[in-house]
């Protein structure tokens, strides 16, 4: 289990960092100062990982008490800030990052969760908030209508599917710093997969086919 955690630590990290660069170029956009770029950098960043922590009772939340984590978080919107007009550029590539980013968030709540006794469903539940927690307090802090909600881009989809498969393999006796890095690609890859396919979850008014919604969208969109 040491290399397991030590492995779950630095898919943290790296989920981190990755999260707040996208909350510090959503500041950049709306023209927040420095300040407000590093303080949504942080929560984005640690916005899911302060949520998972609370709910399961794990305090103080790693958000405010891991050095680590924090220095990742605002060294990420310190990036956003100086290097903005190259990241921006970047689009797709930081659509790839913000999905890698959901992965790992899924798979290192969900593996807390479950380390420290949570049940299944719980362990489930708290697995899909801290992947799209960070997401949703970014867009509410900016005066948007989280994504999840407003785009119906399957980004929920993947976050549910990853943590139900690492609850199931955490119950058969299988779950290891290998099942984890798949799980996690399994997840980055069905929502690139969806973004490149215009995959839709379905809507009120859109009429009920027996199929997922789709768009011709394309990754860049």
């Not at 539940?125 to 005066?143: F, H, K, N, S, Y």
């Not at 609850?167 to 690139?192: D, N």
């Amino acid at each position: 289990m040491d290399t397991l955690a030590a492995g779950t630590t630095a898919l943290e990290l790296v989920a981190v960092f990755v999260s707040a660069v996208s909350g510090g170029l959503a500041a950049v956009r709306k023209k927040f100062d420095m300040f407000g770029v590093l303080v949504l950098a942080w929560v984005c960043g640690l916005g899911g990982g302060i949520l998972r922590d609370v709910l399961i009772g794990d305090t103080p939340p790693v958000g405010i008490s891991s050095w680590p984590l924090v220095t990742a978080a605002v060294a990420a919107g310190l990036a956003a800030f100086v290097l903005h007009p190259g990241l921006s550029r970047l689009r797709r590539s930081v659509i790839v990052l913000d999905a890698a980013a959901l992965a790992l968030f899924v798979v290192q709540g969900t593996t807390k969760s479950l380390e420290l006794g949570a049940g299944p469903l719980a362990s489930a539940v708290v697995g899909v908030l801290t992947g799209i927690g960070g997401g949703v307090l970014r867009d509410m802090l900016v005066g948007e209508v989280p994504l999840i909600f407003a785009d119906r881009q399957l980004y929920a989809v993947p976050a549910i599917l990853g943590a139900v498969a690492a609850v199931v393999l955490w119950q058969l006796g299988v779950w290891t710093w290998w099942t984890a890095v798949i799980v996690a690609v399994l997840v980055l890859g069905f929502r690139l997969l969806s973004l490149a396919q215009g995959w839709l979850v379905p809507h009120v008014g859109s009429g009920w086919t027996g199929r997922w919604g789709r768009e011709s969208g394309r990754m860049d969109t």
